[in-house]
């Protein structure tokens, strides 16, 4: 069994289709505390309450978009939380518009692995304790 890479980080997914989410879940319990959510409306206030270190949105949830749960977040909240756009939007420009919106980070679906995720997560834990 791998070891936990930071037992004291929590992740928080924002992501409504389940069997990303199981995927998400596989890749990541093992390393961090894990927070889900399947939709904006219930994401808001459940990370605004936990104030997870690292949060992973999907951009095309029902309701409220992941865009406008990230403005929400934000407006709410003084606090540095990276907010990573999980999306498979992935033509050209996406990943600079996301960035534009205040996303912190880009990862396109499909998630091909382990590494893909652990990445960026790593990278930006390293900066939120720095």
Do not use: C, W
């Not at 319990?29 to 992973?56: C, H, M, N």
């Amino acid at each position: 069994m791998p070891e936990k890479i930071n037992d004291s980080a929590t992740i928080a997914i924002v992501e409504d289709n389940e069997d990303n989410m199981l995927l998400l879940r596989v890749l990541l319990q093992k390393r961090f505390r894990l927070l889900e959510y399947f939709d904006g409306e219930t994401a808001v206030p459940g990370i605004l309450s936990t104030q997870p270190d690292i949060v992973l949105m999907d951009i095309s949830l029902p309701g409220i978009s992941g865009i406008e749960t990230l403005h929400q977040i934000r407006l709410a909240t003084t606090a540095s939380m990276p907010i990573v756009a999980l999306t498979a939007h992935a033509m050209v420009g996406d990943r600079e518009r996301f960035l534009a919106e205040g996303f912190d980070y880009y990862i396109s679906k499909p998630i091909l692995g382990l590494k893909q995720l652990l990445e960026p997560i790593e990278s930006l834990l390293a900066k939120k304790t720095a």
